[in-house]
């Protein structure tokens, strides 16, 4: 068996042979290798740099006593730093992964989207999780930023989790059990440490030394950065990290504070990180610099065919995000037909199709050349002066006498006409794939060792055939040829294509699926056969996830694994949760919706089923059990206790903790109640609870969790059904498109919390611009009005009275500028929310005036969706517009009865004064007020047929457009007319 | 090449190949791998542990900007930890040299006694320096107490210094230029931190937040200790120390805060170990229990011959420390003496050798039996009664019949007679040999995997043969055979001895020179050859050195190595302290005593000349860089800035610091100067630098060459030629045997350095009781006399007077009991010296009353030498002490002269008279006193022939003893009298 130093020693021993340095851990506690100057002093600058060591990292917050078998607050990691990226770095850890015994040919091994940011250093990168069976077992990033500095060139970093990779080996079930050294377990070793740390992480270490600590390091890291010292600033940098983890874990730190040390730390780690490039460049760069790949050169075109045929290019990339690669594809075919549509090339259907690792297109019937054809360049006119002409067509490299004539507008002007051969295919292709390669851009661009391309990930290969040619591509690093790579794991892991037309061929026969439709069908039918016949999988509820799970593999083999049915006692939402978002593994249900203790797992070609299906069963088994712990240590702590440690967590620096939040939200759906007299004990007792479950530990460790453990642990408490469906619903709508609330207890809290946060946020941070909303606040505003809208209870409820009141309850003052810019924000939210239903935008507008009871706009939208086909509405429509047309804005509604003489106007002033004393405007009902104004049709457009508004006399002039105004009034309380086009 | 990355990765797998775990750096800065707990908490208790690691060691003080090309403020450690102690730990070690290609039997490695202390550890431990050509390349310990407890099992402890070693097989000058990693040096990879780190150590850190962390680490230290939980409080008093390290680098310790923080640090180390013993205890001590090895069984004893034959008798050992050898030599001869006389076995001569490795005990004929013999045990009185009888021969398993009568005392008594026959040889000395073995006890024992013995280093085989026939001794795990070990790099390591009479010559024949006197004369000769003609050995005065030397090696192998002649500019002492105290290196001189720019240095061993040479000649390089590095450092500081360092060097806690006890030096000097007359602006200046160059950075390395650099640095500051041999001869002398001053300001200096340090300690701490004299208050008080009794203008200075000017300027009283208590030591002393110098233990008795002027002492010494051949003396002494001896203790020399009537009171009351007018009592003057008193001798003798001195008349006797009494007073202030023997 190989134990753990045997293989953090064949690792090391496999880096070292790739060039690698080894260098010791840091002797100062850090959370991770990254941390370690070796890597985060070391990534800054141009200097090459390749390293690899081991780093015991340490993870306060992850102590557990060591009785979790999955969760040590001290962990070994083995980091390896790349700089700069070799080009291969992926399959150079494939091979350290043979290294250790991993089969990668039988494993399912894959690279899993998984972006990395660290606040605290100013640092990101982009990159993977790596799955062995679905266990993750390394990060693998390639380092953008740090310390706020962009890293040129790009690192690569790969941290392995050693426990984790050896407990797989191992098949052991408890990180204790591993086999550390022959004879000797890891807990035998590591197991008294792993408990008296977390003693003291957990319980422990004392707080307000440890704020003294933070303190006293924090000012000598700005000593050491004031006395131009990056190594030993760095160290206290590390040394704050370390001091604030432990704070953290003692549960000693509040939002306000997170916000603000993250802030120290980040700004810290930025100086050190200027300092260090300084310094470095001072010193000469002492390993010299990275010299960039020699730009590629194509290959020479060679035509041999005069025939259309397929076009075929595929880019050749690094894992892909499925979001990305959804993105790519539309990007790329928007590009290639672009490009195609700036030359003269004949071509046929054009069709894109994309894996995590290729994106491909295929363009029928591809003309073998552009016609042929002419330009004409335009000149000076004929009549300019000869040394004008002359230079016009030396520039172009003619002499005056090869100039023509054209007549433009009528003027005549010397021309140019160039006859161009059209040119071959292989050639335009080129072109215009280079400019596809090239314009590529993703959500989240990354770069790598390319010195001009950016993109979602790395780009490695180009493989681009029209016919039996090589299209001769070339874009910065890469060139096209006709080779295309195949899985990493087959023999060889390369094809050659015969041509364009055999390409899709070629990849199907060595099992890539390149099309998503295809491998989403293969997945479906294969999870379903897999399940067949005592279970089923929700195809149609998991449409989001297949998607996902699609656009993770080339060639889908779906498994089926089973779990210990005792699991199934953990509440349905965690177990689905594990396996949805963390595995991304399909739920198994029975015929009645029952969660059955299997999953489907979706494995990357032909692997040895047994022993993928074995470890995806392990990790799953270990996450089960990493929230049964989570789940038992709840149920055994009071709800009061849960409530208490809400205190602990700050909601804002200025909102104070997230106690104060629930207490406000309390309070306020009371309040509300009251108004609506809606109020109810059961209301009152979940009033007290809510949020109380942010103070779990299953839901700090899983935070979409929130509400519906809060409906589970009050239900185990002994709470009513109707209290915890309250406290469950007041977390509701989570999402667009989520469940709303059904009761009204749960209504009024889900209400009265998104009140609190948007007035609180809105008074201290601001409402959200742009694309950065860090607090979700326009998802809680959707919230807010779909909440409003579905509980018919609320009609009579403004939210805009709603907010003033949440706003007097807040900590910090709430001016009525913001009151106004919040119902500004309502308002167009309302907007939003409406004309994304379907709703015709004119209507919509036209019912805006009622945003803060969303509930009346609905009623009206209804209304008018009936009323649009109406003569009846049509007409009374007509007549309002027709007024407020001719009436200057400003007017008001007010005339001298005595100035009207003509009969029209005396019968439209009688018929204005019978539908006002009708009408109340306070009801907002459109049929009704069609019906209460149908009287003024006829009087309106008589009026108008006898009366000339803008009459001489001043004063008649006055009174009719006062008459006029009041016609346009009458329905202002109703509708905003001008937006509405009928 | 070998690089240190690789030379790392091979030391570690060697020892994982032999069992041990590998583990990881401490992630605290730790000043040594003995701090890592993987060693300091793992030796505690019972439970086995093997296991390696590398270990970056943070030195603050070591700290040189990276500019010394041999310290570093971290270097690498690699650590070892073998528990419990192999038995061969020695060898596989050399096996671990092998294994990064270092030959050993080309190279001279060698184990150099150096014991090991950590007081803030509660630790200690025996063992050696690895000596690798000079180098030392290895701490190797047998840890004996950690944390205050004692270790059982001992472990071993292998503590490797990577970047020498590195050096050394790389042929660096410097340590930037080690091959860290194929292409890239250390100075690439670690440069820039050691410039930092540095700057950090001696420059930058802040002193004041230093200082709050180290009192923040101690107090969570405390929390965690009480807290009963050991790992986290060791983290802690790591940290603890790594803050008082930098407090330290940066100046700011005083001496008393220092033996504070290392109070406080053993106390918290201490308590971490008792709790770590205990937890690991309370959980069933995980790893199992040691098993000590089986006690060895003596092979069976065979006798081949009858006739008196040879004994040999070898104790194999690990490398004794020289002065462990002396002692132990002598040991073995007394115990094996001893042993034999307590035997009835004829032998003829016994002879005792020694080498590091090995005590060899020759004794010539020994009898091949002990001879028959009766042996008579005394029984009761034959009257007694017969039960008491029966009983006797009953207890002796015989009958009453068989016992037989003898008279003791006149009494006859029951006998019984035992024909005890001789037994043989083998089974003779077996027993003896056996108490020889665990009676061996040496100054400073220790403890291995031996159940039973303890000596000052590990005994490993017996060889033990009388004649032809192995002598069967077994003591605990060792048995004696006829196998003897040669060099651990012969082929093969051991030899099988025919016979004891061939023993010494095997061993000959193998190299190994057993005799000391032996080998003493190899060396010397050798090395007289190999620096003939141009340079000469001062055999004389190197005795002590080349003693050590001899008994550092088997077989001597001198070689000749020379260093650059560059070095000869810095100043002597330098150089030879380097070469003997560092190195154990012979000095060469020229013909006028210059010294040359050579060495001897001597192997041991046949090894390979050109690379031992070179390799010792690059370590005396590396050494003298070092020191010229400090020495120019020196010569760059004004004597003002050193002296300003004094006031940062604390003397004693309640004595201030080391430049308020130089201030006291001086002023002190110049008040006995005045007093004596003996002023001098050379004393005044002298006055104002003495012991300046404590401040210095040479001194600081190497605290004997105080005064010598003074003298040095004064100089060449300009100083006068005087002053600078004042400051020089104010340290005078430094030890027993030491010069003394020639100055009189060097003696005046000499003189007030030792009455302050004398006063002062014994106010505070108090006079040395026992063998603890941690402030060398003995030698301080033996120089006090020997410089008074070398200058003959302090000899009408009273010591006790200059005692109490000395003690009114300590900064604390000094009362009149501390003064009595200083006097009655300096008698001590005193008598001490003189009688180690030969003289009668009597006559220094009688001359001690002057021990406050030594010099009067001297001088009676001298005359009483001579006069006690006199017989003028011997009549005087002889009449004053018949007056003594008949005079009543308490009598005063006073009486009524009308009392006194016979003739012979008369003459003698006329004579007491005349010489009581003729001498003066405060000149002290022996053969003056003779002379004086002359006249009494003949009334003395007159009057006790003629009167009876206790009359019976009260008055009469009163006057006569009051005569006398007159009589014995008038030597009183010259001698002690009665302590004469005569």
Not at 577 to 604: I, S
Not at 772 to 787: H, T
Request: charged share 25%; net charge negative; proline share 6%.
């Amino acid at each position: 068996m190989l134990t753990m130093q045997e293989a953090l020693s064949r690792l090391t021993a496999y880096w070292t042979a790739q060039g690698a340095l080894v260098v010791q851990p840091m002797n100062t506690e850090v959370g991770a290798g990254t941390l370690n100057p070796a890597t985060f002093l070391r990534v800054l600058g141009p200097e090459p740099w390749r390293v690899v060591y081991v780093e015991p990292s340490v993870r306060p917050d992850d102590s557990r006593y060591g009785e979790n078998p999955n969760r040590l607050q001290t962990h070994t990691q083995l980091q390896v730093i790349l700089k700069p990226d070799p080009g291969n770095s992926q399959e150079l850890y494939l091979g350290s992964l043979a290294a250790i015994g991993i089969d990668v040919a039988a494993h399912d091994v894959r690279f899993v989207e998984d972006n990395w940011a660290s606040p605290a250093l100013g640092a990101w990168g982009l990159g993977w999780e790596v799955w062995l069976d679905g266990l993750e077992i390394t990060q693998f990033t390639y380092f953008q930023q740090a310390g706020g500095l962009n890293l040129d060139p790009v690192s690569v970093e790969i941290t392995y989790g050693i426990e984790r990779i050896i407990m797989a080996l191992q098949e052991k079930q408890h990180f204790k059990e591993i086999e550390y050294a022959p004879g000797v377990s890891y807990g035998e070793v590591f197991g008294q440490s792993e408990y008296e740390m977390s003693r003291y992480y957990l319980d422990d270490a004392d707080i307000e030394t440890t704020r003294g600590l933070l303190d006293l390091y924090a000012r000598e890291a700005q000593r050491m950065i004031d006395a131009k010292l990056p190594v030993p600033a760095h160290t206290f940098v590390l040394k704050c990290s370390q001091a604030f983890n432990v704070l953290d874990s003692r549960g000693a730190v509040s939002t306000a504070e997170r916000a603000s040390e993250f802030a120290r730390m980040r700004r810290l780690a930025g100086e050190v990180a200027k300092l260090w490039v300084d310094r470095r460049t001072e010193l000469g760069l002492p390993l010299g610099t990275s010299v960039a790949p020699e730009p590629a050169r194509p290959i020479s075109a060679v035509q041999t065919d005069d025939q259309p045929r397929t076009l075929v290019f595929e880019i050749g990339a690094e894992e892909l995000p499925p979001a990305e690669l959804r993105a790519a594809r539309e990007q790329v075919l928007r590009l290639v037909t672009e490009g195609l549509a700036g030359t003269r090339l004949e071509h046929g259907e054009i069709r894109v199709f994309g894996t995590p690792r290729r994106l491909i297109v295929v363009v029928q019937q591809v003309a073998a050349r552009e016609d042929d054809h002419v330009r004409t360049v335009k000149g000076p006119k004929t009549q300019a002066p000869a040394k004008a002409i002359e230079g016009f067509a030396r520039g172009h490299g003619v002499s005056a006498d090869d100039l023509e004539t054209e007549e433009f507008n009528g003027v005549p002007h010397l021309v140019l006409r160039r006859h161009e051969a059209g040119r071959a295919a292989p050639e335009v292709l080129a072109d215009v794939l280079a400019k596809v390669v090239s314009g590529l851009r993703a959500a989240k661009n990354m770069r790598w060792n390319d010195p001009k391309l950016a993109f979602s990930r790395p780009l490695r290969w180009l493989t681009a055939l029209w016919g039996d040619d090589v299209v001769p591509v070339a874009v910065s690093n890469l060139a096209a040829g006709r080779q295309t790579r195949l899985l990493r794991t087959a023999v060889p892991p390369v094809a050659d294509i015969a041509s364009a037309e055999t390409f899709l061929e070629t990849l199907g026969v060595n099992g890539i699926v390149a099309d998503h439709e295809d491998r989403r069908e293969l997945i479906v039918i294969g999870a379903q056969d897999l399940v067949y016949p005592d279970g089923r999988i929700d195809v149609k509820g998991e449409a989001a996830l297949i998607d996902q799970i699609t656009d993770l593999v080339e060639q889908p083999l779906p498994l089926l694994g089973t779990f210990d049915e005792g699991y199934l006692t953990l509440p349905d939402a965690v177990l689905t949760t594990v396996m949805r978002k963390h595995q991304r593994y399909l739920p198994v249900r029975d015929e009645d919706g029952k969660l059955l203790p299997m999953f489907v797992t979706v494995a990357n070609g032909p692997v040895d089923v047994e022993l993928v299906r074995a470890g995806n069963e392990a990790v799953l088994r270990a996450r089960y059990e990493d929230a049964r712990f989570f789940y038992r240590a709840d149920l055994d702590t009071p709800l009061a206790e849960m409530t208490a440690r809400l205190s602990r967590l700050t909601f804002t620096d200025k909102l104070g903790s997230m106690a104060d939040r629930a207490g406000r939200i309390g309070a306020l759906a009371r309040q509300l109640g009251d108004r609506l007299g809606l109020g109810s004990p059961t209301l009152d007792r979940a009033a007290e609870l809510v949020k109380f479950d942010l103070g779990s530990q299953l839901v700090t460790e899983m935070t979409s969790l929130a509400g519906v453990m809060a409906r589970d642990y009050a239900l185990h408490a002994g709470e009513s059904r109707a209290v915890a469906e309250a406290v469950f619903e007041a977390e509701l709508p989570r999402n667009t498109g989520d469940a709303l609330p059904r009761t009204l207890p749960g209504a009024l809290l889900s209400l009265a919390d998104r009140l609190d946060l948007v007035a609180g946020l809105a008074a201290t941070v601001g409402l959200p611009t742009g694309s950065s909303d860090p607090f979700a606040v326009r998802r809680a505003v959707l919230g807010l009005l779909a909440v409003h809208r579905s509980t018919p209870e609320f009609a009579s409820l403004s939210l805009t009275d709603a907010l003033a009141v949440a706003a007097a309850a807040q900590p910090v003052p709430v001016g009525p500028e913001v009151l106004a810019a919040v119902s500004d924000f309502l308002a167009k939210r309302l907007e939003q929310a409406l004309t994304e239903e379907g709703r015709p935008v004119d209507r919509v507008r036209a019912v805006l005036p009622h945003f803060a009871r969303p509930s009346v706009a609905d009623t009206l939208l209804a209304q008018l969706s009936v009323a649009v086909g109406d003569a009846d509405f049509a007409a009374v429509a007509a007549a309002i517009q027709r007024a407020r047309r001719i009436v200057p804005e400003g007017t008001i509604a007010s005339y001298d009865t005595g100035a009207l003489k003509e009969p029209a106007e005396l019968a439209l002033h009688d018929a204005v004064t019978a539908v006002r004393a009708g009408l109340d405007p306070s009801v907002v009902d459109l049929p009704r007020f069609v019906t209460a104004t149908g009287q003024l049709v006829e009087p309106v457009n008589r009026f108008f047929d006898d009366v000339l508004v803008m009459a001489e006399d001043p004063a008649i002039r006055a009174a009719r457009l006062g008459l006029l105004a009041a016609v346009r009034d009458l329905g202002e309380g109703l509708l905003d007319w001008p937006q509405l086009r009928i």
